[in-house]
């Protein structure tokens, strides 16, 4: 990978999710999709539709084309709510309902403030906050957008270009984490996590132990 190519904002949460799903997507090119998979894509059907309308005196923008030029971002909000003052307010749709496992809503909050960055550096406003969006229980929960998350953005940034710089597919999650990730991974199939440990497995046997 050119390292002056922009990066997509979806690769930021693919990350934070499990590299090695970021790995099989945006270094491998390959894609399955699930039941998990189908939703989100339902409750993209209506945001994925550029479009522009005004309620309350917020103007609202849908599938709003975003970058970050310093940081090598590209990619799409879902809905961009812009404030009587000018404000961007980001607001990213997800299935499924706001009460998720705290690790898996990092996910979440991660690309959300990706988008938050990105809008911060189209327009010189600053970006408070920004809001997911849950599908199933039909609510929204706010975000701040902290120096922490503010970090974070850039570090994953930073990963995910190495990664695809390298050329080198991360290795499976491992414990009590992959049990839950990978449940869930339209990936699965194709990352093969418990066959690729079992392979590690041995050949760190075969190195420290050659008579095994």
Not at 42 to 51: E, K, L, N, S
Not at 95 to 113: E, F, T, V
Request: charged share 20%.
């Amino acid at each position: 990978m050119d390292a002056s190519e922009p990066i997509a904002l979806s690769a930021l949460q693919h990350w934070q999710y499990c590299p090695r799903q970021c790995g099989l997507i945006h270094l491998e090119q390959v894609f399955d999709d699930n039941v998990h998979t189908l939703r989100g894509q339902a409750v993209h059907a209506r945001t994925d539709r550029p479009g522009v309308e005004t309620a309350k005196g917020v103007r609202v923008e849908r599938a709003l084309p975003l970058w970050h030029d310093a940081l090598g971002l590209i990619g799409k909000s879902d809905v961009v709510e812009f404030l009587p003052d000018g404000t961007p307010y980001p607001v990213e749709y997800k299935h499924g309902s706001r009460h998720k496992a705290n690790d898996i809503a990092a996910c979440d909050d991660l690309q959300l403030a990706a988008q938050a960055l990105c809008l911060e550096a189209m327009t010189g406003r600053t970006v408070p906050e920004g809001a997911l969006y849950y599908a199933s229980s039909k609510r929204r929960r706010v975000l701040p957008i902290t120096a922490a998350l503010r970090a974070q953005v850039a570090d994953a940034a930073q990963a995910v270009r190495q990664m695809l710089s390298s050329g080198q597919l991360p290795p499976p999650l491992w414990g009590e984490q992959a049990s839950r990730r990978c449940k869930a991974c339209s990936l699965q199939e194709r990352c093969q996590p418990q066959a690729t440990h079992a392979a590690l497995a041995v050949a760190r046997k075969t190195l420290f132990d050659p008579d095994a």
